[in-house]
């Protein structure tokens, strides 16, 4: 299994990002897709994720608005659209893949089975 996160970089505040991931080894279509990121000295926090079908999403307050999950089952790729990026975004971003959710979408009844090596995103002031 293998789940290839791409897109990092360096771009200014205010502008935008995609991410995308590239996963392998698995039956995609059966997976609930996350992104999940580390800033510089922080724990890791959920950013958002996306049902199999991609018909629902949650994204964390902090990034409600600005950023948009996206999937391609067809072509096993999850991407984030990151707009309007502030310093704060800085990070390293996971990609992760769960077939266990019970219950409702949310990061709270997630047990993700598998992670990506992460993509550096950083904001400039």
């Known amino acids: 299994v293998q789940l290839q996160a791409s897109g990092g970089g360096l771009v200014q505040a205010g502008g935008s990002r995609r991410l995308s991931c590239a996963a392998s080894?698995?039956?995609?279509?059966?997976?609930?897709m996350a992104w999940f990121r580390r800033a510089p000295g922080k724990e890791r926090e959920f950013v958002c994720e996306?049902?199999?079908?991609?018909?629902?999403?949650v994204y964390a307050d902090s990034v409600k608005g600005r950023f948009f999950i996206s999937r391609d089952n067809p072509k096993n790729t999850v991407s984030l659209q990151m707009n309007n990026l502030k310093p704060e975004d800085t990070a390293v971003y996971y990609c992760?893949?769960?077939?266990?959710?019970?219950?409702?979408?949310?990061?709270?009844?997630?047990?993700?089975?598998?992670w990506g090596q992460g993509t550096l995103v950083t904001v400039s002031s």
């Open positions: 996306i049902s199999e079908s991609g018909g629902r999403t």
């Open positions: 080894g698995i039956t995609f279509r059966r997976y609930v």
């Open positions: 992760a893949a769960d077939n266990k959710l019970i219950g409702e979408l949310g990061p709270e009844n997630n047990e993700f089975d598998y």
